[in-house]
């Protein structure tokens, strides 16, 4: 059985809603048996009351899934699947553009001593003149150009779906079974190998190719 405990807040809320969808993928798309609900009048009830916080564009789509669950028990396997994928990407674009919203960005940096913001970055421990050079190159010049370097993107690897559920563009969590592996070197190029790993769930196969230049 699953407990399926009241949120606190919006990301609470969508943790705790990844973490019965990935329940109810791991048992097979069963409508999953909780302490107090199953798994589709969890989903039903928790998505049909729309959060403030939640964005005025994502509203109308949060309750159409609720809506859809409320028929969960009556869809099978292959439709079951769909809407868990469906609702999966759903709710990863919703945290993303929470986390977009809430990025430090948009945050004012504390009060601190002007004269450490304005510091070369060559004056640090562990950095000196050399490694001074390339961080400038990268447009980091300064104490403060550092502490406003932030990640371009936020892999979130939570986001976890079957193969069938997969979209192009889309990066996500496969747990799959290796049902192949080959491995080819060009006899007419020693210097190109591919790389072939073909992997499968109860949803279909895929095929992942890499290509390899140069000595290995």
Not at 64 to 69: M, N, T, V
Request: charge should be positive.
């Amino acid at each position: 059985m699953v407990n399926y405990p009241a949120p606190t807040s919006l990301l609470d809320l969508l943790q705790r809603l990844h973490r019965a969808l990935a329940v109810e993928v791991d048992r097979g798309f069963e409508n999953t048996r909780g302490t107090r609900q199953y798994f589709a009048e969890f989903l039903s009830t928790t998505l049909s009351a729309v959060p403030s916080e939640l964005a005025s564009t994502d509203c109308r789509r949060w309750q159409d899934l609720g809506g859809r669950f409320g028929y969960y028990p009556d869809l099978d396997a292959g439709e079951r699947q769909h809407l868990v994928a469906e609702t999966r990407r759903f709710l990863h674009q919703v945290r993303r553009r929470l986390e977009e919203a809430a990025s430090p960005k948009d945050r004012a940096i504390p009060p601190a001593n002007a004269e450490v913001l304005s510091q070369s970055t060559a004056m640090l421990k562990g950095i000196g003149p050399k490694s001074a050079q390339q961080l400038e190159k990268l447009g980091l010049r300064t104490v403060e150009n550092l502490l406003r370097y932030y990640p371009r993107a936020y892999l979130d690897y939570s986001n976890r779906t079957t193969i069938q559920g997969c979209q192009v563009g889309e990066t996500v969590t496969l747990v799959a079974e290796v049902r192949k592996v080959n491995c080819f070197t060009s006899p007419r190029n020693r210097k190109l190998t591919i790389f072939e790993l073909t992997i499968g769930d109860g949803s279909g196969q895929m095929k992942i190719s890499r290509f390899f230049a140069g000595t290995r």
